[in-house]
């Protein structure tokens, strides 16, 4: 009996594990609605607040299920944990291939003489445009920019030299600037004058760009296209959390089969026993 009560141990001691991972990110959820509350949320906080509920919640419940599975030798339980578990590795293996395929167009194009890329919102796919075209999202997004000063963290004084050749994140080559066909005469990282004669270029971005620092390029098509193209970078580093998750996943799902099995051995010996 050594072997299955180690196994139900080290399936209670990985749910334990969750069931605070779960408990730190609905606090965090919680935290942010209380500042929503108070008024002295930003946008970011808002909208990382409902997914932090929901996924903190869903964590909680299905690894108190298979605590109380694994150390009550509650069958029933134990099968509503893999029920639940199955469906969450499923989830998992779609959005992958669902985030993979609508991240998988676009990409910067190089400017000569700068260090940086440029992004055009036309090169990702039409499932990203809808959603950074929707003026509600949109709104939110700005928002978050506006208030995390990624902008602001480029104004150093330096020489335009300097500038143009700093390799600008994608979100500051769209958002803290305008683009280069534009013409702009160069003041500052986020001050730049128009020319006094009529534009060559037929980029609208170069009429929506303001020398407001509360404006610059926030509406411009280059900053959702920069937007997107953070988004891409980031999934490159997402995917190879993405796939560790799926691999734990299937480890604690297998546990689980193990933990089941030994409730029923244990059942069965009982009963065997005439107890």
């Known amino acids: 009996m050594a072997r299955p009560r180690c196994s139900n141990a080290v399936f209670a001691s990985f749910n334990i594990l969750t069931l605070l991972l779960g408990a730190a990110v609905l606090a965090g959820g919680i935290y942010a609605g209380t500042l929503h509350h108070r008024g002295i949320a930003t946008d970011c906080e808002r909208i990382l607040r409902t997914p932090a509920l929901i996924l903190g919640a869903a964590i909680m419940v299905v690894s108190a299920a298979g605590i109380v599975g694994a150390c009550c030798r509650a069958s029933l339980l134990l099968w509503l944990y893999l029920f639940l578990a199955a469906l969450l590795i499923l989830a998992v ?19 000569s003489g700068r260090g940086f890329k440029e992004y055009r919102l036309g090169d990702y796919s039409s499932w990203l445009r809808r959603r950074v075209e929707d003026g509600r999202t949109w709104g939110r997004i700005r928002s978050c920019l506006a208030e995390s000063g990624v902008c602001r963290s480029l104004q150093s ?20 600037k305008p683009p280069t066909e534009c013409n702009f005469a160069y003041l500052n990282e986020t001050y730049w004058t128009k020319p006094s004669g009529p534009s060559n270029s037929s980029n609208p971005d170069c009429n929506t760009w303001s020398n407001d620092q509360s404006e610059l390029c926030y509406s411009c098509q280059s900053c959702k296209a ?9 999934w490159k580093k997402i995917a190879i959390i993405n796939a560790a998750f799926i691999v734990l996943l299937i480890v604690v799902y297998s546990l689980g089969c193990c933990v089941l099995r ?5 059942k069965y010996t009982l009963v065997g026993n005439g107890k």
């Open 157 to 176: 004084n330096r020489t335009f030299d300097e500038f143009v050749n700093d390799n600008l994140s994608p979100v500051q080559s769209g958002c803290c």
């Open 262 to 266: 030994n409730n029923r051995r244990h």
């Open 93 to 111: 293996l779609c959005f992958a291939v669902f985030a993979l395929a609508v991240t998988n167009a676009g990409a910067g194009q190089a400017v």
């Open 226 to 234: 920069g937007v997107l193209g953070n988004l891409k970078n980031s």
